[in-house]
């Protein structure tokens, strides 16, 4: 009888298994989303989130109030032209009523559409004619709202501009919108 004994020197070696291209191939998709997920934290928790509001009874009320100043300026006739010259780094432009122009001091507020942070406030002294000039660094790529107003707050302008696509913007007092909105809305 012959018997054969395993020859342990002619099976084939395998190298361990973080030397094989296989299971690192595998853990790259949860490796991933860990590293994505840890992001995804770190941004929710340094960039807060600008557009929730805390009181929105308190805003809702005060909606109507705007309504109002947006009323005032209606019967006024207010309109604002304003141009963006950025070689100069100038911000024009002209606000006039219907009985001629505006020459009380206003506040002009550009407002940035996702970013509060770049929200820029100006207050103006236009001269006899309504007419003003004011320095403004480069005015960013962006849908700005344009809100105007009284510094006593008693009548407002609100518009949009789309810089630099519209090079100048003119806002009015848009009365028929208004009419559709009853005071006390």
């Known amino acids: 009888m012959q018997t054969s004994t395993p020859h342990f020197n002619s099976m084939p070696t395998s190298a361990p298994w973080y030397k094989h291209k296989w299971p690192w191939l595998l853990m ?4 991933v989303v860990v590293v994505g997920g840890a992001f995804t934290i770190w941004l929710a928790v340094k960039t807060p989130d600008a557009l929730v509001v805390d009181d929105y009874y308190k805003q809702g009320k005060a909606i109507n109030q705007d309504l109002k100043r947006d009323r005032v300026a209606a019967a006024r006739g207010l309109e604002l032209g304003m141009r963006y010259a950025p070689a100069a780094g100038k911000l024009a432009g002209q606000l006039k009523a219907k009985n001629g122009p505006v020459t009380e001091r206003v506040r002009i507020q550009l407002i940035h559409s996702t970013q509060p942070g770049k929200d820029m406030h100006m207050v103006v002294q236009p001269d006899a004619n309504g007419a003003f000039t004011l320095d403004l660094p480069m005015l960013e790529t962006a849908r700005w709202q344009v809100m105007v107003e009284s510094m006593d707050r008693q009548w407002r302008l609100n ?5 630099p696509r519209e090079r100048e913007i003119l806002v009015k ?8 909105h009853p005071a006390g809305e």
Request: aromatic fraction near 12%; proline fraction near 6%; charge should be negative.
């Open 159 to 163: 518009g949009e501009w789309a810089w």
């Open 28 to 31: 790259l998709g949860p490796g």
């Open 173 to 180: 007092s848009d009365v028929q919108a208004l009419d559709q």
